[in-house]
C-alpha cells in the first residue's frame, strides 16, 4: 500500500516538470516554423471572401484594428461558441481575406512571428481537467491551415 502511494506522489510531482519540458518544446517549435516581417498595407477584413463570417462583423474587425498578430501578415480571431468551445478565423491582412479557421476545447497558442498554431495547447489544460480534445499543430501555408505532427 505504501509503495502504491509512493508512486504516486512521484507522478504527481513530476506534473509541473512535465509541463515546464511542453513550454521549452514549444519554444523549439515555434522557433523552427519562424517566418520573416514583410512590409505591407494592412488591408481590412473583406467579408465577401467568406461570407460565412458576415455574422461575426463586429468582433473581426474590432480585432483587426489591433494589427497583425500572426505570422507578420495575419490577424488570428477567436470567440466563443459554447461551454469549453472557441472558433478562431484567419484574416489575411494583406488582402483582407478570411479564411476558415479552427475549432478549439482549450483554446490556440501562437506568435506574431511563427507560422505555427497550437490548438488545445496542454499548457493550456488545468490538472483538474480532463482534456475531451488532444492537443494539435498547425502550420499556415498561404491561408490554408496545414497539419503537422511535431
Known amino acids: 500500500m505504501h509503495r502504491y502511494i509512493l508512486i ?9 516538470l512535465l509541463l515546464s519540458e511542453e513550454i521549452v518544446s514549444l519554444d523549439i517549435l515555434f522557433e523552427k516554423y519562424e ?12 467579408f465577401s471572401s467568406n461570407s460565412d463570417f458576415k455574422k461575426f462583423k463586429t468582433i473581426i474587425t474590432e480585432k483587426c484594428m489591433e494589427g497583425v498578430n500572426f ?15 472557441q472558433y478562431t478565423v484567419l484574416v489575411d491582412r494583406t488582402n483582407g481575406k478570411i479564411y476558415d479557421g479552427i ?3 482549450y483554446g490556440v497558442n501562437f506568435r506574431i512571428d511563427s507560422q505555427l498554431i497550437v490548438v488545445n495547447d496542454a499548457t493550456n489544460i488545468s490538472e483538474s481537467s480532463t482534456p475531451i480534445d ?10 490554408v491551415l496545414e497539419e503537422i505532427i511535431p
Do not use: M, Q
Not at 504516486?8 to 509541473?16: A, E, G, R
Not at 488532444?134 to 491561408?143: A, D, F, K, L, S
Open 134 to 143: 488532444t492537443t494539435r499543430y498547425y502550420v499556415i501555408n498561404e491561408g
Open 103 to 105: 475549432t478549439s476545447t
Open 71 to 85: 505570422a507578420h501578415k495575419y490577424t488570428i480571431v477567436t470567440w466563443g461558441c459554447g461551454t469549453n468551445c
Open 8 to 16: 504516486v506522489l512521484l507522478f504527481l510531482s513530476s506534473i509541473p
Open 35 to 46: 517566418c520573416n516581417e514583410e512590409e505591407f498595407e494592412l488591408i481590412n477584413p473583406d
